[in-house]
């Protein structure tokens, strides 16, 4: 699975998905301060999902009505660095195959995953 990683997630975030097996893009590795537009675009581009902690990227799909690949939001502010690690690693675990074509969230207690319609 391809994952386009935004530059507002934690480098730890990207360490362990790519021990886990997963192909990341790191936003900050590639091309810093690139617009959210570009970050969204490069993402449908690679056939990606768009790992992010931006809340504007809701926004692009549900105001604009824009098409993605799959969008998964880190609501996970505050919380130790190991148990975001732990957390996310977690989730993709149990759901990667659902966040495809899904904007998701995965918080503290819970993954919620909601396809377009």
């Given at each position: 699975?391809?994952?386009?990683?935004?530059?507002?997630?934690?480098?730890?975030?990207?360490?362990?998905?790519?021990?886990?097996?997963?192909?990341?893009?790191?936003?900050?590795?590639?091309?810093?301060?690139?617009?959210?537009?570009?970050?969204?675009?490069?993402?449908?581009?690679?056939?990606?999902?768009?790992?992010?902690?931006?809340?504007?990227?809701?926004?692009?799909?549900?105001?604009?009505?824009?098409?993605?690949?799959?969008?998964?939001?880190?609501?996970?502010?505050?919380?130790?660095?190991?148990?975001?690690?732990?957390?996310?690693?977690?989730?993709?675990?149990?759901?990667?195959?659902?966040?495809?074509?899904?904007?998701?969230v995965i918080a503290p207690s819970i993954v919620r995953i909601r396809h377009q319609q």
């Open positions: 699975m391809n994952l386009l990683v935004d530059e507002g997630v934690d480098r730890p975030i990207v360490v362990r998905l790519r021990q886990d097996g997963y192909n990341v893009l790191y936003v900050t590795e590639m091309s810093p301060g690139i617009t959210d537009n570009v970050v969204f675009q490069r993402a449908n581009e690679q056939q990606s999902l768009l790992l992010t902690a931006d809340k504007d990227f809701g926004e692009l799909i549900y105001r604009q009505g824009l098409v993605h690949t799959g969008i998964v939001l880190l609501r996970l502010a505050g919380l130790p660095m190991e148990t975001k690690v732990t957390l996310i690693s977690m989730a993709f675990d149990a759901h990667a195959s659902e966040f495809v074509g899904a904007f998701s």
